[in-house]
């Protein structure tokens, strides 16, 4: 069993072929990194996992895909979405609720938490899990404009946890963010896998090999490698990954 | 010493200073005159401006402007829900579905409602309304001024709406937000200034219509009156009969009037700018 099972995925944008027959399985509690440069169909692959693909006009889907054993195509995608968090490229925030709110929210809709002081603990175990908690535990009534980049990006980190998912995404989010945030972010993201399965996105080698547990390489829509982190590390079987793994892609 | 380019850019700020300047000048000369004429008449007639009925024609009394008044405001009553909650609904359909056949031949019927004469409107709906109840009323009055501002409150709303970053429509789904949810309670809390500025522009656009009451509201100023069913007046009709007549002391009440409607509109804007907090981004 596998907590992404994608069997000969293809997925066309307006008639453009983004994915073309992918193929992966992320093992349950371990932290996958999909690396490719740009444009090779790293975000429309997450995109396809938790179905927001769906927003897209004219998308279409082909092949198999099993998200935490259910087929995700046919799933109710607002129920499939409740198993699984996301953190976006760009923080996000929701920009009219104080921190607070941005955390509760996401454990309100989905029944994390019913009453004060239970929606009060979850936000403080995803805030904590984030490790946002001691900078944030005396203005939780701020707005998400009163934080840096890297904060906003772990209060999304903390609003995503704060639904007690199964299967967290990660689309480049330290991509906008400084060194010392998107180590922070690195640092949660590891101590998560026991909780969840993560699948990360990244473009940065050396950010692969310190929080991988498993790397599938991604080029025109193509997997073109995938294995254990340590083995694709060390021993890259193909041109395209070493090319990749030496930053010159 | 200037270069070139330098006195070029200099040149070139000072052509905009000058242009705004110019488009500027006119909207402060006019309403610096509308206020200083009108609030002369208004101190001059004192509390019997917005409790007594219009004078007549030859009196020296200015009298008040009472039954236009409560008319405005009840046409206003009648007429803002309705076409706030038609066009709020409108601009979500539209938004949210744009490619949609419904939402198509929404946007569709919403601009070509704004080109329609407001005259037009109001003589449809003297057909549809006026001759059927068989006489004038405030209602038909303001179903004629919400056909009026129906466009322009969707076309407020949707440009609201669609100026929201498609990111926070992404992340209120990621969290499995339905999309009633991400409507309700990411969207337009986000977009709540922008729906606020509409709301108020359509309140202006209900309270400063003319035409579309003149085969409508019935123009009732003999007395004041509550009902929705009843003839009604409204200042923007009062101020137009009241310029164009020949006397002196109509044209003084129409100043009064335009005054006060433009009093209202600066109040209300203020108003939306204090209470309504713009979302920072």
């Known amino acids: 069993m596998f907590a992404v099972e994608m069997n000969n995925v293809s997925v066309y944008l307006g008639g453009r072929q983004v994915l073309k027959g992918v193929t992966l399985r992320v093992p349950y509690n371990t932290v996958f990194v999909i690396m490719g440069p740009s444009g090779s169909g790293k975000t429309t692959l997450l995109r396809v996992i938790n ?39 760009v923080p996000n925030p929701f920009p009219h609720l104080t921190i607070y709110d941005n955390v509760a929210v996401a454990a309100r809709i989905n029944g994390v938490a019913k009453s004060r002081r239970e929606v009060d603990e ?21 707005y998400p404009h009163q934080l840096s980049g890297g904060q906003r990006q772990r209060l999304c980190l903390a609003r995503a946890l704060a639904m007690k998912p199964r299967l967290l995404l990660l689309d480049e989010p330290t991509a906008n963010i400084d060194p010392v945030n998107a ?10 896998k026991d909780e969840v399965t993560v699948v990360m996105v990244t473009h940065f080698p050396h950010q692969a090999a310190r929080v991988a547990d498993y790397v599938a ?13 340590q083995q694709l590390f060390l021993r890259p079987t193909t041109d395209i990954a070493q090319k990749l793994l030496r930053g010159e892609m | 010493m200037y270069s070139w380019r330098m006195l070029r850019e200099k040149l070139f700020t000072c052509l905009i200073a000058v242009l705004s300047l110019l488009a500027i000048v006119p909207i402060v000369h006019l309403i610096i005159a509308v206020l200083i004429n009108g609030f002369t008449v208004i101190a001059k007639a004192g509390i ?9 024609p030859l009196s020296r009394e200015i009298g008040g402007i009472a039954p236009s008044i409560i008319g405005t405001a009840l046409m206003t009553i009648i007429s803002l829900p309705i076409t706030v909650v038609l066009a709020l609904f409108a601009a979500i359909l539209t938004t949210e579905f744009p490619r949609n056949t419904v939402s198509i031949i929404i946007d569709a019927v919403a601009k070509s409602l704004a ?39 969707y076309t407020y709303f949707s440009t609201a ?4 970053p498609a990111m926070y429509r992404e992340a209120a789904f990621s969290i499995a937000m339905g999309r009633w949810g991400a409507v309700m309670k990411v969207l337009i809390p986000i977009a709540r200034r922008s729906i606020a500025v509409g709301v108020l522009m359509t309140i202006a656009r209900i309270m400063g219509e003319t035409a579309a009451l003149l085969f409508t509201a019935g123009r009732f100023r003999t007395g004041v009156s509550f009902s929705p069913t ?28 335009a005054a006060l409607l433009l009093l209202a509109y600066i109040v209300l804007f203020f108003a939306t700018k204090l209470i309504v907090k713009e979302v920072k981004l």
Not at chain 2, 230 to 257: M, R
């Open chain 1, 51 to 89: 179905r927001l693909i769906d927003l897209t006009e004219g998308a279409r889907v082909e092949g198999s895909v099993k998200v935490l054993g259910f087929d995700a195509m046919s799933y109710d995608p607002y129920e499939l979405r409740k198993l699984i968090g996301m953190v976006f490229q």
């Open chain 1, 122 to 142: 979850v936000v403080r175990w995803a805030l904590e899990r984030a490790m946002l908690w001691d900078e944030v535990e005396d203005r939780l009534h701020d």
């Open chain 1, 183 to 192: 180590r922070k972010l690195e640092e949660a993201i590891v101590s998560l």
């Open chain 1, 217 to 229: 390489v991604l080029y025109d829509g193509r997997v073109v490698e995938q294995g254990p982190a």
């Open chain 2, 48 to 56: 019997n401006f917005f409790t007594n009925l219009p004078p007549a």
């Open chain 2, 115 to 153: 080109s329609i004469p407001t005259i037009a409107v109001s003589m449809i709906v003297f057909t549809l309304i006026v001759m059927p109840m068989k006489g004038f009323s405030a209602l038909a009055g303001a179903i004629a001024l919400s056909i009026i501002a129906l466009p322009y409150a």
């Open chain 2, 161 to 164: 709406l669609r100026s929201i």
């Open chain 2, 230 to 257: 009843s003839p009604a007046d409204a200042i923007p009709l009062l101020i137009f009969d009241y310029i164009l007549s020949p006397y002196e002391t109509w044209h003084q009440v129409a100043w009064g009037a």
